[in-house]
Nanobody, 120 residues
Framework: QVQLVESGGGLVQAGGSLRLSCAAS????????MAWYRQAPGKQRELVAG???????NYADSVKGRFVISRDNAKNTVYLQMNSLKPEDTAVYYC??????????????WGQGTQVTVSS
């Protein structure tokens, strides 16, 4: 079983920055893609940014140029640096990852979510 634990959320003023972290632990053989999603009240969960094992990245149009996703493979950790935050970035942010366990079975996990609130 693989667990994802997020940290780094909080309250920030518009224009400010936050850095989210998500660490994977458990019986991990490999981690493939890692990603951040968010869900605002009354809205569907949406992809914010993703990064492959080869460090290829993709971003939602709404965050391009403001957010940067990165990963530290030695620490099984993915980060989301959020700059120039806007009130519309307010949401619960979830980490997602997938990979293989030693038996070569695939795993997919979600973190518990961390609240990001941007005040105007």
């Amino acid at each position: 079983q693989v667990q994802l634990v997020e940290s780094g959320g909080g309250l920030v003023q518009a224009g400010g920055s936050l850095r989210l972290s998500c660490a994977a632990s458990g019986t991990i053989f490999s981690i493939n893609a890692m990603a951040w999603y968010r869900q605002a009240p009354g809205k569907q969960r949406e992809l914010v940014a993703g990064i492959t094992s080869g460090a290829n990245t993709n971003y939602a149009d709404s965050v391009k140029g403001r957010f940067v996703i990165s990963r530290d493979n030695a620490k099984n950790t993915v980060y989301l640096q959020m700059n120039s935050l806007k009130p519309e970035d307010t949401a619960v942010y979830y980490c997602n990852a997938d990979g293989l366990i030693p038996t070569m079975a695939r795993w997919v996990s979600w973190g518990q979510g961390t609240q990001v609130t941007v005040s105007s």
